[in-house]
């Protein structure tokens, strides 16, 4: 009955054995294979020391990490870490459990809003409902968001591709003026510069700095089509809307609060190529962005 043991390590035929028959003796199952009970503890040290020093090397990769995205979620440090340590990294579950041992799991936080202001410009109808682009450079999402700083608030102007998630134009501003939008709109332009913009479509919300002439005429300078969020709603632009979220409830929200839009700026630049490249996203299939463009390009 022990012939099926062989091919296993002695010390696996143990345990095994151990949970069929735990009434016998680790010494009398030891003796099966002419082993001695110190061996197999001597052994049992050696993989639990084994164990602890894998798992010190993991909470030393996670705090790493998290020094750059304080916000990242469990599941998205396994990936990151299982590709690091090339198939050798413990299980999810084994791992959750650590980060939760270690206290490294994140506590829930509080939904924050941001507000849009109205105007007089005119305003251009929601092209895009029920619309998933294929591919990239067919849809942009913009968006503006409030950044605080201990000088007081500063703007976040950004422009993500709607296929791979990868912000494709920022940055960040004392003002709302139309100028520092406008600034974003041609980073993502020249980041493109084969790109045929005739098939693209740009959505936002109807705050002013999108519908005022010097960023329209650029659109149209482009054949960029033109689509706006209705009535102000949030939903309407959800992916823009996601990538603010992800920025503040990640980093800014668990991070010191940055002394002025100088420090404000270098960080946003660290947290935007971290999320570009090295976060995986869900709505990619767990790639990165980065990833999604060089395979959509391919």
């Not at 990242?72 to 413990?90: C, P, Q, T, V």
């Not at 980093?251 to 947290?271: D, F, Q």
């Not at 935007?272 to 390009?297: C, G, L, Q, W």
Request: glycine share 6%; hydrophobic share 35%.
């Amino acid at each position: 009955m022990w012939r099926r043991f062989i091919k296993k390590s002695w010390r696996q035929a143990v345990n095994s054995l151990r949970h069929r028959h735990p009434k016998t003796s680790i010494g009398c199952l030891c003796s099966l294979f002419g082993k001695s009970r110190e061996g197999y503890y001597s052994v049992s040290s050696r993989v639990l020391s084994e164990r602890i020093l894998t798992e010190v090397k993991v909470i030393g990769l996670v705090q790493e990490i998290r020094t750059l995205a304080p916000g990242i979620s469990a599941y998205k440090l396994f990936l990151i870490l299982r590709d690091i340590y090339e198939g050798k990294l413990m299980g999810r579950d084994r791992f959750y459990r650590l980060l939760r041992r270690k206290g490294l799991m994140l506590p829930a936080l509080k939904r924050r809003h941001t507000t849009n202001s109205n105007h007089n410009y005119r305003m251009y109808k929601n092209r895009i409902k029920g619309y998933k682009p294929p591919t990239l450079n067919l849809l942009w999402v913009a968006d503006i968001t409030y950044i605080e700083t201990d000088d007081g608030i500063c703007y976040l102007h950004l422009l993500t591709d709607a296929f791979t998630h990868e912000i494709v134009g920022w940055t960040l501003s004392e003002s709302l003026v139309a100028e520092n939008t406008l600034q974003a709109l041609n980073q993502a332009i020249a980041m493109f510069p084969e790109a045929d913009f005739t098939r693209l479509t740009h959505h936002s919300d109807r705050g002013a700095q999108y519908c005022c002439n010097r960023y329209v005429d650029r659109l149209k300078e482009m054949n960029i089509s033109i689509s706006m969020t209705e009535d102000g709603n949030p939903t309407d632009n959800a992916i823009a809307e996601r990538v603010n979220g992800i920025i503040k409830q990640e980093w800014l929200y668990r991070e010191k609060r940055p002394g002025n839009i100088v420090e404000a700026r270098i960080r946003i630049a660290r947290i935007i190529d971290f999320y570009n490249n090295i976060r995986p996203h869900r709505s990619n299939n767990m790639k990165t962005p980065k990833e999604m463009r060089v395979s959509a390009a391919a």
